[in-house]
């Protein structure tokens, strides 16, 4: 019998594997779609028939790399099943064995009963080809997906439905939050993630239940301890094999012979999707006596209470996954972006998704630290997300945040002004100061150029403004708004307005302190 803890943490050394071969596609998709869509309208500007020659080519290149990645990926996983099948089954037999010897049997060892070994065997091959026949599928179902996509984006920039930016932008965000997939005989989808872990984890557990099985039969033990634990999924609440809460803990007559307890296999719903040993099912059972129980009875509003904690705990991990996977193909598209229109609105895009996931992050730190539940890091984590991409994600979020703010206050009427907190300016090399109107404003102001200098050389902080032509440069000092070919148009000292720029700059941590003495 293995234990909830032990079946909860099952197939854990796949995780990496599934992680880099999701990233590798998602990575990959990104780059191509970018190679073939990142230059601008006028590069798609070619016949259908070019066009489609094009995509396909583009498509097979994905498909035969696709292909070769795959294949690195069923040769670390069939590695790495056959370790975890080896390992839970020698820790499943191991504690039956330990029952039986202290009932007065010889104790057996694994490796010395074929009938076991076979078994074991028998389930490893079965789940090692259900994964490989799922990577089958991937490959397919990402070209599908890829050719419609990049097809569906030409079709909207060309016939005016869409402008490029908006298509394209559209696409991308689309392929970065695109998660692996396979298909099912039936036509149903699962992520690549989903699919390999729930096969493995189930494959495992009717293992591990199949040799319990067969050590009772060889030795005639009729009385199965199925095990139990807090959290339990209790499904309608019924007394049906979809309620594991119902069926934990209890002791079933494995023939039907003992009438003092129900038959097993009706009511555990042992050997379907829905019950004991079943999808993603914790429960395990072994040879058991009434008068030892090592399992305490857990209140069912407690249980409940426990599952459904659990579940929203995992819901937000995923979340916070996708995020991640979402803002790092972001970036990709950035680095790959050659039009710098497409380049500036995918960095907003950037921006957002960063702000949604540093959201997520605050919202699992609050979920836990109010349930009294212990965060789990490792669940949050996806391949290539170092330090260095967190802190990148991080300080998008906060210019994403307060320029959010700034625009609150602007629609409420508190402030007048416009435009997007931005660390990427280019401060021009030659300033010109023959703006009547900043002539004006100087003379008005009592405003020196070497005043305006240092407002603009040494900022606070940057607002873009009319639509990224235009930066506005803001210190404690004043304003100085200067357009990217250098001339200023306007400058002076602080109002309500710009002060609230500032304010808002300090609380959400994008304010740079000056270097220069003032």
């Known amino acids: 019998m293995l234990t909830p803890e032990e079946l909860a943490t099952i197939a854990e050394t796949m995780q990496p594997h599934l992680d880099e071969l999701n990233m590798w596609i998602s990575q990959d998709m990104i780059r191509r779609f970018m190679a073939r869509m990142g230059r601008g309208e006028k590069d798609l500007l070619s016949g259908t028939d070019q066009w489609q020659a094009q995509v396909y080519k583009e498509a097979g290149g994905l498909y035969e790399d696709l292909q070769k990645e795959l294949h690195k990926f069923t040769g670390k996983s069939e590695d790495e099943i056959k370790a975890i099948f080896e390992d839970a089954g020698i820790k499943a037999w191991n504690a039956d064995d330990i029952f039986y010897v202290a009932q007065g049997f010889e104790s057996v060892p694994l490796l010395s009963s074929e009938r076991m070994l076979n078994i074991l065997t028998d389930c490893y091959q079965r789940t090692n080809n259900e994964v490989y026949n799922f990577t089958r599928t991937t490959a397919n179902e990402t070209q599908r997906r890829f ?8 079709i909207k920039v060309m016939s005016g439905a869409q402008s490029y930016t908006a298509a394209v932008k559209e696409a991308v965000n689309e392929l970065a939050s695109m998660q692996t997939e396979v298909v099912y005989p039936s036509g149903h989808k699962d992520t690549i993630e989903t699919a390999v872990l ?10 591990s239940g199949n040799m319990t099985l067969q050590g009772m039969e ?51 719903g042992y050997g379907s999707g829905e019950g004991l040993c079943g999808w993603n099912c914790r429960h395990s059972y072994g040879p058991g006596d009434p008068d030892h129980n090592p399992y305490k009875e857990y209140d069912a509003e407690e249980n409940k209470k426990t599952y459904d904690l659990s579940q929203k705990q995992r819901k937000i991990e995923r979340t916070i996954r996708a995020d991640k996977l979402k803002v790092k193909g972001l970036r990709e598209a950035i680095d790959c972006a050659e039009d710098e229109t497409l380049k500036k609105e995918l960095s907003e895009d950037y921006e957002k998704a960063s702000a949604r996931l540093s959201m ?3 919202e699992y730190n609050h979920f836990c630290e109010s349930n009294g539940l212990k965060r789990y890091d ?3 984590s996806i391949a290539k997300w170092n330090r260095s991409e967190a802190m990148k994600a991080v300080h998008a979020a906060k210019y994403y ?40 404003r100087m003379k008005e102001r009592n405003l020196s150029k070497e005043y305006i200098y240092d407002i603009i050389n040494n900022p606070n902080v940057v ?24 001339k200023i148009q306007t400058a002076g000292h602080l109002d309500v307005g710009g002060n609230n720029v500032l304010e808002v700059a300090k609380k959400y941590g994008i304010y740079r302190k000056r270097h220069k003495a003032e």
Not at 425 to 432: H, R, Y
Not at 473 to 486: L, P, Q, T
């Open 360 to 362: 997520h992050n605050a």
């Open 147 to 154: 050719i419609k996509l990049l097809d569906s984006t030409h």
């Open 401 to 440: 945040n307060a320029t959010e703010a700034l625009k609150n206050m602007r629609e409420s009427g508190i402030i007048r002004t416009t435009g997007k907190y931005t660390k990427d300016f280019v401060i021009p090399q030659n300033l010109n100061f023959e703006s009547a109107h900043l002539i004006e």
């Open 198 to 207: 729930r096969a493995v984890r189930t494959g495992v557990a009717q293992a």
């Open 463 to 486: 607002l873009s403004t009319r639509r990224g032509k235009q930066y506005v440069f803001y210190s404690e000092k004043g304003f100085a708004a200067v357009n990217v070919d250098g």
């Open 378 to 380: 490792d669940r949050l």
């Open 218 to 268: 060889e030795r005639d033990w009729d009385l199965i301890r199925v095990s139990a634990h807090l959290g339990a999924r209790y499904g309608d609440g019924g007394e049906n094999p979809g309620n594991h809460y119902w069926w934990q803990g209890k002791l079933y007559s494995r023939t039907g012979r003992d009438k003092r307890y129900p038959d097993f296999i009706p009511s555990t």
